[in-house]
């Protein structure tokens, strides 16, 4: 039986559907959700700025004075964290993103009947971030959305959803 449900959420479509999926599930068997993203220091800024654009997280959080959204404006899609890392108004803004980012996945939770619902943003690798998560949590189900990484490109990088599969402990669904 399960007992408490983590989704990790990057804002993307694919991980939409997996907190649509965990919701559901948390409301069917009244458990406790939690909603969980993994800040993306090292992510392409213009992957980063494509799914931020999408829902308007920026606009959301663009009011906080100690936050430089500028590494989304970048050309290029070089890496959010170049040489001597990101600065801390580029960590802020990223971070901003990602309590966004739970905020949305939580009310969209509880609009799905969710009850209980706690949010969770930490700095990690991905899928390492998720495991720790969900065994932080006491999560005995993890909900991931898979991405479509191309087959030749899986096999270079592997997923965050195969790594989180292979590696989890517990019941690991993964939302296409």
Do not use: W
């Amino acid at each position: 039986m399960t007992r408490h449900i983590l989704v990790a959420t990057d804002g993307s479509d694919t991980a939409q559907k997996a907190v649509t999926l965990a919701a559901e599930l948390a409301a069917k068997f009244d458990v406790p959700l939690t909603v969980g993203h993994v800040l993306q220091y090292g992510r392409r800024a213009d992957e980063m700025a494509r799914m931020a654009e999408v829902e308007h997280i920026v606009d959301a959080v663009k009011g906080n004075a100690n936050a430089d959204f500028a590494f989304l404006n970048r050309s290029g899609g070089g890496l959010i964290n170049t040489g001597t890392g990101p600065s801390q108004q580029t960590m802020r803004a990223i971070s901003l993103i990602g309590e966004e980012i739970v905020k949305r996945g939580a009310q969209h939770a509880r609009d799905l009947g969710a009850k209980t619902v706690d949010t969770r943003v930490v700095m990690d690798d991905p899928a390492d971030g998720i495991l720790d998560m969900a065994e932080e949590a006491g999560a005995d189900m993890i909900v991931v959305g898979h991405r479509g990484l191309g087959r030749v490109r899986s096999l270079l990088a592997g997923s965050v959803a195969q790594k989180v599969n292979h590696n989890a402990e517990c019941t690991v669904v993964i939302a296409r």
